[in-house]
């Protein structure tokens, strides 16, 4: 049942917008200058049949992938310092938290300066993008769990590793889980972002030149595009931490 709701809603919205784009419907929005969906559907089976459009794919791919693996080992690394330790907190916490608020789009000029090419400049807006995320998350994950649980291992004769590997580690994974799936998230908007700024190939790029030719179904096959390769990275996040965090009770790890 929850399946047919989902693929319903689907198929109204799609029936909706053929309606309305068919018909040249003009009620205050313009639906008449968009592409119906049949128009869309054809682009799009012409498109999947040849190899730019798998080579866009493969590089935007790459590019998030890259930087989002980046963004996660240093993101949960600092998280866990910065909440761990009062020192390290108060040496990096500063100029983290001025630089957080700056969006990762506007640091596009940087990279253009900072990097030998393009595609490191692009790899380092991905990885800016998910990092903010991901460290807050973890940050304020690890400073959420009891305290009675540290000092029930450390009772034990617990060293300060074990401390970290059996109760901060294993007690932050779901507020983790829940900062890498915002950060694929913000990731995939500054990489299409960056790709339509200053790649040379991409899903973004694409997109963008197809809007440059005025070619506006294929346009809105790279927005389908992007949404789907979205949602699918997500999923695949946040299937991984259903994963690894079977011990939590069912209610806690949806």
Same mark, same amino acid.
Do not use: C, K
């Given at each position: 049942?929850?399946?047919?709701?989902?693929?319903g /809603?689907?198929?109204?919205?799609?029936?909706?917008?053929?309606?309305?784009?068919?018909?040249?419907?003009r009620?205050?929005?313009?639906?008449?200058q968009?592409?119906?969906v049949v128009?869309?559907a054809?682009?799009f089976?012409?498109?999947?049949?040849?190899?730019e459009?798998?080579?866009?794919?493969?590089?935007?791919l790459a590019?998030?992938?890259?930087?989002?693996l980046?963004?996660?080992?240093?993101g949960?690394?600092?998280?866990? =310092?910065?909440?761990?330790?009062?020192?390290?907190?108060?040496?990096?916490?500063?100029?983290l938290?001025?630089?957080?608020?700056?969006?990762?789009?506007?640091?596009?000029?940087?990279?253009?300066?900072?990097?030998?090419?393009?595609?490191?400049?692009?790899?380092f807006?991905?990885?800016?993008?998910a990092?903010?995320p991901?460290l =807050?998350?973890?940050?304020?994950?690890?400073?959420?769990?009891?305290?009675?649980?540290?000092?029930?291992?450390?009772?034990?004769?617990?060293?300060?590793?074990q401390?970290?590997?059996?109760?901060v580690?294993?007690?932050?994974?779901?507020?983790?889980?829940?900062?890498?799936?915002?950060?694929?998230?913000?990731?995939?908007?500054c990489?299409i /972002?960056?790709?339509?700024?200053?790649?040379?190939?991409?899903?973004?790029y694409?997109?963008?030149?197809?809007?440059?030719?005025v070619?506006y179904?294929?346009?809105?096959?790279?927005?389908?595009?992007?949404?789907?390769?979205?949602?699918?990275? /997500?999923?695949?996040?946040?299937?991984?931490?259903?994963?690894?965090?079977?011990w939590?009770?069912?209610?806690?790890s949806?």
């Open positions: 049942m929850r399946w047919a709701l989902r693929i /809603s689907l198929a109204a919205g799609l029936l909706l917008w053929q309606l309305l784009t068919a018909s040249d419907t009620v205050w929005l313009r639906f008449d968009l592409p119906t128009e869309v054809e682009r089976v012409a498109q999947i049949g040849g190899v459009y798998y080579r866009d794919l493969g590089n935007s590019r998030i992938m890259t930087g989002f980046l963004a996660a080992v240093l949960i690394a600092l998280g866990v =310092v910065i909440a761990r330790s009062t020192v390290l907190g108060d040496l990096l916490r500063p100029p938290e001025v630089v957080r608020p700056i969006p990762a789009i506007a640091l596009v000029p940087i990279a253009i300066l900072l990097f030998p090419t393009d595609e490191q400049g692009i790899v807006i991905t990885f800016i993008a990092f903010f991901i =807050v998350s973890t940050r304020h994950a690890v400073r959420a769990l009891p305290t009675i649980w540290e000092d029930a291992v450390r009772t034990m004769g617990g060293s300060r590793w401390v970290l590997f059996r109760v580690l294993p007690g932050t994974l779901p507020g983790v889980f829940g900062g890498l799936s915002v950060g694929m998230g913000v990731a995939w908007i990489v /972002s960056a790709e339509m700024i200053s790649g040379q190939f991409g899903v973004g694409r997109t963008w030149q197809a809007y440059t030719v070619d179904p294929s346009v809105i096959v790279g927005m389908v595009t992007i949404g789907l390769l979205g949602y699918l990275t /997500s999923a695949a996040v946040e299937l991984l931490g259903r994963r690894v965090t079977r939590l009770p069912r209610e806690a949806r």
